[in-house]
């Protein structure tokens, strides 16, 4: 790990695995959390605002800008993920007014502002659709070479979970997330196949009740819902952390083994619109255009997500 920490900015849907992504990113050390943006995914653009708002006023992150995107994918109309964090995005804990504001600015804008201004490459940590990102790309491409890297939740080398073959980020936005994948930058896919793998079984949620702080009681609240839907919806028996495992794969790049390969969107299909087409054994013959993540080291990511989490009140 080098001794400056990584600047990134999240762009994410609030979302219980979003939030603890963001408690994360604001912890660690190794990272330099520049700004929040949300984007319309598991809740309307509005609720995962929102939820960002709370998940930061609770935890005191009163330093990181929160911007709103967008509120709709590229093409078509919005599908939610209701279905798996509930009607608030968040749902679980009995949320106050949020205290911390909401910048004036639009996601993509502050996005290329922060990246203009910042003397070193950022790192782009998008948990949710691709939509803001791409459209920064396609309306800012001057500032690419500003992008250190752009280390994503999505995609799956094996089956989707949204649909028999899309994961949800990817489904939601599939021709953002085609822009992204082809745009040449040096992207890393964190998917499900490795995210199945930081599974919150019973011993971690017994670790952060543990804790005996506000801010572990918080966590488990999270945890309890996401791991009913998980149970409901997939037969589950613990949830997985899917987006903080991009933060973690930043904070420390061992964390998270990955491998290059030619990774295709597929935007057309019928049934797999949103499919990653992950060519594992180079039957393509496309260039790689990916690090795609394959397996993660669960105990150590379930560490730094503790230190993260006992570091707050
Ligand atoms: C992804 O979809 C959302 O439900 C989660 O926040 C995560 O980003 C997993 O497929
Ligand atoms: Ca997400």
């Given at each position: 790990m080098s001794a400056r920490p990584t600047p990134i900015i999240m762009d994410c849907d609030p979302g219980?695995?979003?939030?603890?992504?963001?408690?994360?990113?604001?912890?660690?050390?190794?990272?330099?959390?520049?700004?929040?943006?949300?984007?319309?995914?598991?809740?309307?653009?509005?609720?995962?605002?929102?939820?960002?708002?709370?998940?930061?006023?609770?935890?005191?992150?009163?330093?990181?800008?929160?911007?709103?995107?967008?509120?709709?994918?590229?093409?078509?109309?919005?599908?939610?993920?209701?279905?798996?964090?509930?009607?608030?995005?968040?749902?679980?804990?009995a949320w106050g007014e949020p205290t911390v504001p909401v910048s004036a600015e639009h996601a993509v804008d502050l996005m290329a502002r922060l990246l203009a201004e910042h003397p070193e490459p950022v790192t782009l940590v998008p948990t949710g659709p691709l939509t803001n990102v791409a459209l920064l790309l396609k309306t800012r491409p001057e500032l690419m070479g500003k992008i250190g890297e752009i280390v994503l939740m999505g995609g799956s080398t094996e089956r989707g979970n949204d649909t028999p073959y899309a994961e949800f980020n990817m489904k939601v936005d599939p021709e953002a997330a085609d822009i992204v994948f082809r745009s040449g930058l040096h992207v890393t896919m964190v998917g499900l196949n490795v995210t199945h793998q930081a599974l919150a079984v019973p011993e971690v949620i017994e670790r952060l009740g543990g804790l005996g702080t506000r801010m572990g009681d918080l966590c488990v609240e999270l945890l309890t819902f996401f791991s009913a839907s998980y149970l409901r919806t997939w037969g589950f028996t613990s949830p997985p952390l899917h987006d903080a495992v991009a933060v973690a794969r930043v904070i420390d790049p061992t964390l998270v083994e990955c491998i290059p390969a030619p990774v295709a969107i597929e935007t057309m299909g019928r049934y797999t619109s949103g499919a990653t087409c992950v060519d594992l054994h180079h039957l393509t013959g496309e260039p790689d255009n990916a690090l795609v993540g394959m397996k993660l080291d669960a105990p150590k990511f379930w560490d730094l997500m503790l230190e993260a989490v006992a570091s707050y009140e």
């Open positions: 219980h695995d979003d939030a603890l992504a963001i408690l994360l990113a604001a912890a660690n050390p190794a990272v330099e959390l520049l700004a929040i943006t949300t984007v319309a995914g598991n809740q309307t653009m509005e609720k995962c605002t929102l939820n960002a708002r709370r998940i930061c006023s609770v935890a005191g992150i009163t330093d990181v800008p929160i911007a709103s995107g967008a509120s709709e994918p590229l093409l078509g109309s919005l599908h939610i993920g209701e279905y798996v964090h509930g009607a608030s995005g968040l749902d679980g804990p």
